[in-house]
């Protein structure tokens, strides 16, 4: 017992030394840039506070950082410490092969929170109930989004009907050859894939096509799309873009009709009104909109790490962040939402590491990777609007994670999508998940020891833990 209380007072000691103090030899670490909320871009970045006149200091940002970062010695691991604070992101910070051997992690015990959007402002109360503000650039969709935090709570936004689901008209029965049979017997047109027949019960004149979203379910997965028009004479709504399979298709019927007024039903909900240029939210009891901090998002990605298939991302780590507050674009996701980006994404990347990162309210997956030797451990990835964690590619290790309350927007969302050859997926605690919890396809890989529970909550077809080859 004596030896544990040791190690227990001496080891914290041991592991800041080794965060500041730069190793000795070839590879030898340099000393590391800082970033503070208080920072100065112009700085040089090797301190961790400003100096006392305020003419050297921390960067600003961590684009700034990983600028200077690239221009250090060569052959030396660079570090990135970044210091307790939010940090809001207008576009995404953009690592690639230059910024092999780059780690970014957090200072010992601080709480970094990166947002990948910015502040709404400006509430007025608009009726009994609700509040709004304007936002630039929502009646021409340069802003446009799918997902709100309020006070660090992913929002449901308005629906149609507010529980369940209405049953469309619309019917496709042509076989479904599978998978990797080649699809449909007959390939579905244009109007099959663009319009869908709803009932009179359903939808009324008030349906404003400029800001209805319409989630079209199939058997695996679901498309969300926007409308063009609707034409009351035929009951026939028309999509701004395709659907991924026909509505009716599979003989499923059901949908939901997403962003209208009607849809505000309860407190917490909201919408984004285009055709006024604003947004609509309802408070919850006791929530006081001068104090609530409402982050929209304006990106996709809050950290990209691409390299190429000749030069890949080497040995890239980030370490100990929080990421919150992306979108999606509006366009049907595919199987499991798969075409979205994630808060933080890899893509061949090799030998790449991300560690106890908390990634959460995400408007599309909270991670996604692939590349070789990958390794995503000890994170907590939450409330996103797709997937979890998707890893894919050679010698992957994804484990000891806890992901839960995925698929927020997109049901066919997965918790945990694997695929590849010799990857381990172990130890993740997942539960809450709308479709499947774990999906992995490809060859030799582990599935061990993960704890599953509150799984196919939505969907059809899917399991605990599907495998295919």
């Not at 691409?306 to 991302?313: D, E, I, L, N, R």
């Not at 599309?364 to 409330?383: M, P």
């Not at 998707?390 to 992957?396: E, H, L, M, P």
Request: net charge neutral; aromatic share 8%; glycine share 12%.
């Amino acid at each position: 017992m004596k030896t544990r209380y040791i190690f227990q007072m001496v080891a914290p000691v041991f592991i800041v030394g080794c965060l500041f103090t730069p190793a000795q030899g070839i590879n030898a670490r340099t000393e590391p840039l800082f970033v503070a909320a208080d920072g100065n871009d112009s700085w040089s970045g090797r301190w961790q506070k400003p100096n006392a006149d305020r003419t050297d200091g921390p960067f600003a940002t961590l684009h700034a950082a990983c600028r200077a970062a690239r221009k250090q010695d060569a052959g030396q691991s660079q570090r990135i410490v970044v210091q307790a604070g939010q940090y809001f992101f207008t576009e995404p910070l953009a690592l690639d092969a230059a910024d092999s051997g780059l780690t970014i992690e957090s200072a010992p015990g601080a709480d970094v929170r990166l947002y990948g959007g910015r502040k709404v402002v400006g509430w007025k109360k608009e009726g009994e109930k609700l509040y709004s503000a304007e936002l630039p650039g929502v009646k021409d969709r340069t802003w446009d989004f799918r997902a709100l935090i309020v006070n660090g709570r992913f929002c449901p936004r308005a629906r149609l009907p507010q529980k369940g689901f209405f049953e469309h008209l619309s019917k496709f029965d042509v076989p479904w050859m599978s998978s990797t049979g080649g699809g449909w017997k007959r390939k579905p047109t244009n109007e099959e894939l663009t319009t869908l027949k709803y009932r009179t019960e359903d939808i009324g004149p008030w349906l404003d096509v400029n800001n209805a979203e319409i989630n079209i379910y199939h058997m695996w997965d679901e498309s969300l799309v926007g409308l063009a028009a609707m034409d009351a004479e035929s009951q026939t709504l028309t999509f701004a873009s395709p659907s991924g399979h026909p509505p009716g298709a599979f003989g499923v019927n059901k949908y939901v009709i997403w962003n209208v007024r009607e849809g505000l039903t309860q407190p917490g909900q909201w919408y984004l009104d285009r055709t006024a240029g604003k947004l609509v939210y309802w408070p919850l009891p006791g929530e006081d909109m001068d104090q609530a901090q409402v982050i929209a998002p304006t990106i996709e990605s809050i950290i990209r790490i691409a390299g190429t298939k000749k030069s890949p991302a080497r040995d890239i780590t980030i370490r100990g962040l929080r990421l919150s507050v992306t979108t999606t674009p509006l366009e049907a996701g595919g199987f499991g939402a798969g075409k979205f980006d994630g808060a933080i994404c890899v893509s061949f990347g090799e030998n790449c590491r991300l560690l106890g990162l908390e990634v959460a309210n995400a408007g599309g997956q909270g991670i996604k990777a692939s590349g070789d030797g990958l390794r995503i451990e000890r994170c907590h990835v939450h409330h996103t609007g797709a997937c979890g964690v998707r890893c894919s590619g050679t010698q992957a290790v994804v484990s000891d994670n806890h992901i839960h309350d995925v698929g927020l927007t997109y049901p066919s969302a997965i918790a945990l999508q694997g695929g590849g050859k010799d990857c381990r997926i172990s130890h993740n605690e997942i539960h809450d998940c709308t479709y499947t919890a774990i999906n992995c396809g490809g060859e030799r890989n582990r599935i061990e020891n993960n704890l599953i529970y509150r799984a196919m909550t939505e969907l059809h077809d899917g399991g605990g833990i599907y495998c295919f080859a």
